[in-house]
């Protein structure tokens, strides 16, 4: 897939493809082709959904689905709605993966700093601890 996720200042996040020669030792110009943008504190584009945190902490799944252009090119495409995952407010989120097809795991740390994997289901949007994490687990973001 060549789909890019950006960071812009002032909490915009931007997604789309990367367009250019597919050889690494072509000197043709590669661009950056935005197709979608948000505003949220942070954005994670994950294999089954596009996750964004808000300025007011909650964590929702953009609903979305897939383009291509026929040319190798792949993005999602937000169709307008959001759904907020059924988990505390009060919870800081490090990041967010896919696990399997329908699920997301959450890194979230609660207010005494005690840090977890939290499981999310991406169609009934619930959420339940996964597994205790040491303060020093390394997970992917």
Request: hydrophobic share 40%; net charge negative; with cysteine.
């Amino acid at each position: 897939s060549s789909e890019v996720l950006v960071k812009y200042p002032n909490q915009k996040w931007g997604w789309g493809y990367v367009d250019g020669p597919r050889d690494p030792s072509s000197d043709a110009p590669v661009r950056y082709r935005e197709q979608e943008s948000v505003m949220a504190q942070q954005v994670w584009l994950t294999t089954r959904a596009v996750v964004a945190l808000d300025n007011e902490g909650s964590l929702n799944i953009l609903d979305s689905g897939f383009r291509d252009d026929g040319a190798g090119h792949h993005w999602r495409v937000l169709t307008g709605t959001a759904s907020a995952l059924d988990l505390p407010t009060i919870l800081k989120v490090g990041g967010v993966v896919s696990e399997r097809n329908r699920f997301l795991l959450i890194d979230a740390i609660d207010e005494s700093g005690h840090r977890a994997w939290v499981r999310c289901d991406v169609r009934s949007f619930e959420c339940e601890v996964a597994a205790e994490l040491g303060s020093d687990a390394l997970t992917p973001h």
